[in-house]
């Protein structure tokens, strides 16, 4: 399967196109929707996937949906309490699967029972980072093209199993000037940035453009007053992903 | 000192009334506003003291403000993150210094290091349900006439330190059939509900009603969604706390 687009025609042309009208997959699936805002409804499961970003410290024995200590202190706690708050009336179940360190490798290798296994319909990734990071401080060869290549096959692998899941592709971030990233980023970086923004576009699911949500902070506060070292947000840049990410839903 | 309204009236008669109206002071003491919604100004330090529902396990190593781990992970998390991001252009430095088990006498002998030496100018305090509590599981003696007079001494050597300091007085609340709470605390621990209220009203400063807050939430999730034990916070409560809490911001 290369792209949604094209599993969806496949599935059309094996449903008949009598099937289509009323057939829910396809009004899920519809272009604007897919890629545009995240609808909550009764029984949702939101999982939030990773890197050290999103795990947080998370406590990884916990392994239920909604625990506190199962979602670290990062914007994926953030969100997550107030899509419970919210949506109260809507029984919905939040996960926080993030792993410190990970790259799209690492979640491909613990896919199965990290993600698909959780049923989630709502599934936001966020990862890239450390694929680029790691060629920077320890030599290991990555390109932005294989980077795109794997997260193709780690999407590839969610919608053949949950082709109903609503897609979040979240831009991999970094604050030029604090700590960890400096000039010697640039323009590597950006490449990995632009295959997570082509993906989305590919997929025709929602992308959340952290780069310019972080760039546009930088007009209230300084690097170092939403991250720590860059790539790892302080308390501030923790709500300034949550609520970008809330932004999200309709 | 017996109330903040007579600590201002003493102060007018000593400045006299031609210095009244310009004095930054009356201003900002002024019985509207004191009492209704709270201010963030340049430089506020904004202290979030109590219990373990404000102490969430947080690192009590780290003294420094605005620190992610110092915070735990509940409401004053998820509060101080939002006051963080929102006010990022003013400089503020909020501060969790609430801890486990603690009733209203714990407070006073660590006030002088854990509130007045910080120097908030927006101090929330929640405190209660332990001076309560230890009546029913450890043969405690308390009443709500100490608790208050104990509350009282608390504010009076608060407002003597930090006379322009903008109080929240947080509600402890419990939510009736979840665990710890049972019909056995009622009408008994509504004494110190009272209390807290009564206080808020005689020094003029803000009231946040949280049992008010857990009683609407009733509609829209059972008891054991929003506390884990009928006292302490799921995801969803610490958010509904948060909410609450940032409702009292201008």
Redesign the interface.
């Known amino acids: 399967m290369e792209t949604r687009r094209k599993f969806i025609a496949k599935s059309m042309l094996a449903l008949g196109a009598t099937a289509i009208a009323s057939n829910p997959v396809f009004a899920t699936d519809s272009g604007a929707k897919a890629a545009g805002k995240i609808t909550v409804k009764e029984n949702d499961i939101i999982l939030f996937q990773g890197d050290s970003i999103t795990d947080?410290?998370r406590n990884r024995e916990e392994l239920g949906p909604?625990?506190?200590?199962a979602?670290?202190?990062?914007y994926a706690?953030?969100a997550?309490?107030?899509l419970?708050?919210k949506f109260?009336?809507k029984n919905i179940q939040?996960y926080n699967r993030g792993i410190s360190g990970n790259r799209v490798p690492d979640l491909i290798k613990r896919w199965d029972v990290d993600a698909i296994q959780l049923k989630p319909t709502i599934l936001s990734v966020h990862i890239g980072v450390n694929d680029f990071w790691r060629t920077m401080d320890s030599g290991a060869k990555n390109t932005p093209q294989q980077y795109k290549q794997q997260y193709k096959e780690l999407l590839d692998k969610t919608l053949s199993a949950l082709p109903e899941v609503q897609l979040i592709i979240c831009e991999p971030f970094g604050v030029n000037g604090v700590k960890s990233v400096t000039d010697a980023w640039y323009p590597d970086f950006t490449g990995y940035q632009k295959a997570a923004k082509e993906i989305a576009k590919e997929y025709n699911v929602t992308f959340l453009p952290y780069q310019t949500v972080f760039d546009k902070?930088a007009s209230?506060?300084s690097g170092d007053?939403w991250t720590t070292d860059g790539v790892h947000t302080?308390?501030?840049g923790?709500?300034?992903m949550?609520?970008a990410w809330l932004d999200l839903i309709k």
């Open positions: 947080t410290g909604n625990n506190t200590s979602f670290g202190n990062g706690l953030i997550a309490s107030s419970l708050n109260a009336d939040v902070a209230r506060g007053y302080t308390l501030a923790s709500n300034l949550a609520q």
